[in-house]
């Protein structure tokens, strides 16, 4: 079981899936599923790793460390697929065990942070997420500001502060370095690039998802390999190259697909319909804007429906549908300003 953990730590998940074997009898089961969740988890499989979780929790017996460890994976799992009400729940459960455990107090509260979030509490989680960031400055832990700051930018970048938001993720793109911890400053890139593309920074935005899928084409995580394509789409669309874009969209449409990420899949039908809509294709660029739609809906990407209803007006308008077009538009502008949003003046998206 040691080895797998290391495994596990070293980022080697499909090498500790297959070790794992079959899940064992005894007092070692709950730990087993713990361990498979963390497998899937890792390889970007989080609705059967959700499975393993409460599959664990409920082998944990009175191993409350245990328990905690599959509340906050279950969490991250949860804020990975868009699920606000599982995300709060589970990260809600973290705080109250840990709290009374007097351990991973920090980790819960993150969770917690991260929930508020991606319900739209940006005062509350930035709060919350700079005192955390004073806390492991404090202590000197180079993962936690670098994981804190990640999840600062995120923040920023949603309330259109992009200056702030640039120097949040270049922040843990230094401090993830200095850790030593390769995937974490390759997701600093992630969140660079996504704030310096909106920004009109596309030179700088490309050089950085490049950098991060190099370091994601060595290793397990297909959904990290899924976001460097959507990712790098993007900058492509945005700078004409629509024909590399597309294939891009495929390629992460393939990917986010087999890991039934349909949050993320929603920003892809939604890349696609663009580049439909720009070549003309109306019916095609229909078809993915309404897919992107549906994708979004309840799972908690209030910018993705924002990004899909003013796409569909503009659509409609080019169909020459112009009430329809005023209509859908004046939509989006109601749900852009009751989520506290500024994706309408979001020049380059």
């Known amino acids: 079981m040691d080895k797998i953990e290391q495994l596990l730590d070293n980022g080697k998940f499909a090498k500790a899936l297959k070790a794992l074997g079959d899940v064992p009898p005894g007092a070692e089961r709950g730990r087993w599923l713990f361990m498979r969740g963390e497998a899937l988890r890792g390889l970007g499989f989080f609705g059967e790793a959700l499975k393993d979780y409460a599959a664990a929790r409920k082998a944990a017996g009175s191993d409350a460390v245990l328990l905690l460890g599959a509340l906050l994976s279950e969490a991250r799992c949860f804020r990975a697929l868009g699920d606000e009400k599982g995300a709060f729940k589970a990260a809600k459960k973290a705080l109250g065990f840990s709290t009374k455990l007097g351990v991973s107090k920090a980790d819960a509260r993150l969770e917690w942070a991260l929930a508020l979030r991606l319900a739209g509490r940006l005062g509350a989680a930035e709060k919350l997420l700079e005192g955390l960031y004073r806390g492991y400055s404090r202590e000197k832990d180079l993962a936690g500001q670098a994981f804190a700051l990640w999840a600062l930018g995120g923040?920023?970048?949603?309330?259109?502060?992009?200056?702030?938001?640039?120097?949040?993720?270049?922040?843990?793109?230094r401090a993830a370095e200095k850790a030593g911890d390769g995937a974490a400053a390759a997701y600093a890139?992630?969140?660079l690039g996504g704030i310096l593309r909106v920004a009109g920074f596309m030179g700088g935005a490309l050089d950085s998802y490049a950098r991060a899928r190099k370091f994601f084409a060595e290793t397990d995580d297909t959904f990290a390999k899924a976001y460097a394509e959507c990712g790098t789409a993007n900058v492509l669309r945005q700078l004409g190259r629509l024909d590399e874009a597309f294939a891009g969209y495929e390629r992460a449409h393939k990917l986010y697909s087999s890991l039934s990420d349909w949050a993320d899949l929603g920003f892809v039908e939604w890349g696609m319909g663009e580049i439909n809509r720009?070549?003309?294709?109306?019916?095609?660029?229909?078809?993915?804007?309404?897919?992107?739609a549906k994708l979004?809906?309840?799972?908690?990407?209030?910018?993705?429906?924002?990004?899909?209803?003013?796409?569909l007006a503009e659509l409609y308008y080019l169909m020459g549908q112009t009430a329809r077009a005023e209509k859908q538009h004046a939509a989006a502008m109601r749900h852009i300003r009751n989520h506290g949003l500024h994706t309408h003046l979001e020049t380059f998206t």
């Open 155 to 173: 923040l920023h970048r949603l309330q259109g502060r992009y200056e702030k938001g640039i120097a949040a993720f270049k922040g843990a793109l």
């Open 189 to 191: 890139l992630f969140g």
């Open 278 to 292: 720009k070549n003309g294709d109306f019916p095609g660029a229909l078809r993915n804007y309404r897919s992107a």
């Open 296 to 311: 979004f809906k309840g799972r908690s990407e209030p910018r993705g429906e924002a990004l899909t209803m003013l796409s």
